[in-house]
């Protein structure tokens, strides 16, 4: 359950705050997040009262799970309620930036933690939490071609049967850090 959603600027800083109380005229309703484990996808939806703050582009953090999450406004649909305009956003995770990212053509033996340390350098994503027996096994790599980072997490997860989770630490307004945690598959769900 989300009590708070903190509005973010394109710099990762906080420009305003949503509540779940029904009685602020900064509250927000109808929040939704999906978290699909096999494939890494993320949504989250939410309706709020039209801000100048509330665009596509700027980003969404709650706390669930005992992490915080960071999400990208990907739609705004505006509509009205009681007099207002009402914004209804759709979200997808930020780590979706990844798609943006590529890697150059490499090759050699990896285990699971080497190779997500490897597409990461560079990013603003680092390696969080993993399984450590992700590290005891090693698998040929050969990328052909220049990809993104985000397809190669994609296509190594099922060769390396891990599981990833993006989360963000946050601390006085701003996002401090970004992280792809690795779990060994089913470990995610635990």
Known sequence: ???????LDKTYNTTQILVGDKSSQRMFWDD??????DTGAETFEFS??????????????FYYNNQYKLFTIMDME?????????????????SLSLLNNYVREFSGDMNCIQFFEHILDGTDW????????LSDRVETIKVTKIES?????????????CEI???????????????????SDGGLGS
């Open 48 to 61: 709020c009262y039209l801000d100048e703050n509330v665009v596509e582009g700027n980003y969404v953090a």
């Open 126 to 133: 680092h390696i969080g939490r993993y399984s450590t027996s």
């Open 32 to 37: 939704l997040y999906t978290q699909e484990f």
């Open 149 to 161: 980072v985000w397809s190669l997490i994609e296509d190594y997860k099922d060769i390396f049967e």
């Open 1 to 7: 359950m989300v009590n708070t959603i903190f509005i």
């Open 165 to 183: 989770n993006a989360r963000v630490t946050y601390e006085n307004g701003h996002v401090t850090g970004q992280y792809i945690d690795i779990y």
């Open 78 to 94: 505006q509509t009205h309620k009681k007099g207002r305009l009402v914004a209804n956003c759709y979200c997808e995770i930020a």
